[in-house]
């Protein structure tokens, strides 16, 4: 089994930072892009970043410049560095990742639970 837990969410004044964490655990094989995912109230489910293993890192267009994605591979860890937030950053974030499992071996499409994030002044 493989799970994704996300901390780091909390409420926040516009103009301020958080930082987000997704730790994998279980049975890994092998961790290929792992990604950030957000939803705001109402709407739908919207990617933010994505950082593949050994590629560019990709960023929606509404965070360029305020978010930073990365990851810790020793930790089988993905962080999400968001500054200069704003009230339309409020949400759930997401933490996604395929995962190659061990036992049994096969590919998984794995979600966090997902962490709140409140910018509001």
């Known amino acids: 089994q493989v799970q994704l837990v996300e901390s780091g969410g909390g409420l926040v004044q516009p103009g301020g930072s958080l930082r987000l964490s997704c730790a994998a655990s279980?049975?890994?094989?092998?961790?290929?892009?792992m990604g950030w995912y957000r939803q705001a109230p109402g709407k739908q489910r919207e990617l933010v970043a994505v950082i593949p293993t050994g590629g560019s890192t990709n960023y929606a267009d509404s965070v360029k410049g305020r978010f930073t994605i990365s990851r810790d591979n020793a930790k089988n860890t993905v962080y999400l560095q968001m500054n200069s937030l704003k009230p339309e950053d409020t949400g759930v974030y997401y933490c996604?990742?395929?995962?190659?499992?061990?036992?049994?071996?096969?590919?998984?499409?794995?979600w966090g639970q997902g962490t709140q994030v409140i910018v509001s002044s």
């Open positions: 996604n990742a395929v995962v190659v499992s061990s036992t049994p071996f096969r590919a998984l499409d794995c």
């Open positions: 279980g049975s890994i094989f092998s961790i290929n892009a």
